[in-house]
């Protein structure tokens, strides 16, 4: 899959339909690795922090979820460069009659719960292997290894990872290789599917203002990571006449 380098990241030049083929064309070709969903706010942390960057890098791949980094795609030499957003990604897959089965790792104890009686009866062909919401502390290896044990003893082909930017990537990074799934890390997509959070209207994701409605909902622990990782994205990315594809 074509990637376009934004800011040291190279992010997937695609679409939902292609990610989705991709996803369940090469299952056990990804299992054991990982896929980034990633916007201005991973991206800017990437130009930051090398480590980070090359986690992002290290992924099978780095999904566009925020708008901005296809719109730069699409100006730097990738017209058919499309948003795929995790929670959008979650939905095509849930519905899908494929046979997979699915494990939900990170979130809120109640938010666990709630998806456990809310999928279910939306998606009458997913199948849920394993929901878990670990400690909000670093674990024990004892603890790890056991997180671990219950998933591959769940078979688990998709491994959603919903513990937040940069976190879930390290984790998933970390992970690599131990487990027998496609870890895909989808930030507060759990919370979306629960309804603790809500989705911005159509209209305000197609302007590029997704990050404004979740700003509204959660100013205090937002406002930074928002304005300022938004502000950085412009500064660095505006007025680039050429872009570095890969």
């Known amino acids: 899959m074509k990637t376009c380098n934004i800011l040291g990241t190279n992010i997937a030049v695609t ?6 083929a991709y996803i369940e064309e ?3 070709a ?3 690795n990982y896929i980034c969903v990633s916007n201005v706010h991973t991206t800017v942390i990437g130009y930051e922090e090398e ?3 090359h986690i992002q890098n ?17 100006k730097h030499g990738y017209p058919e460069a499309e948003r795929v957003t995790g929670p959008d990604l979650m939905g095509e897959l849930f519905a899908r009659n494929n046979g997979l089965r699915h494990y939900f790792y990170g979130g809120r104890e109640e938010t666990i719960e709630t998806l456990a009686k809310k ?7 997913l199948i849920i292997a394993g929901m878990v919401s670990p400690p909000f502390r670093p674990l024990t290896e004892e603890e790890d290894a056991e997180a671990v044990r219950k998933m591959n003893e769940a078979k688990a082909d998709i491994i959603w990872v919903g513990l937040g930017a940069p976190k879930q990537e390290r984790w998933m990074y970390e992970h690599r290789g131990k487990v027998h799934g496609v870890m895909i890390g989808v930030g507060a997509g759990f919370d979306y599917y629960a309804g603790t959070i809500k989705r911005a ?11 404004l409605y979740r700003l509204l909902q959660d100013p205090k622990r937002l406002m930074k990571r928002y304005l300022v990782t938004n502000v950085k994205f412009l500064r660095l990315t505006l007025g680039r006449r050429n872009g570095s594809h890969k």
């Open 26 to 28: 090469n299952m056990e």
């Open 58 to 74: 290290s992924a099978a791949l780095a999904l566009p979820d925020g708008k901005p980094l296809s719109l730069y795609s699409k």
């Open 30 to 32: 990804l299992r054991g």
């Open 15 to 20: 679409n939902m339909a292609e990610t989705v």
């Open 51 to 53: 480590d980070y960057r």
């Open 119 to 125: 999928l279910p009866a939306q998606y009458q062909n």
């Open 201 to 211: 209207p159509v209209w305000m994701q197609k302007l590029s203002l997704e990050w």
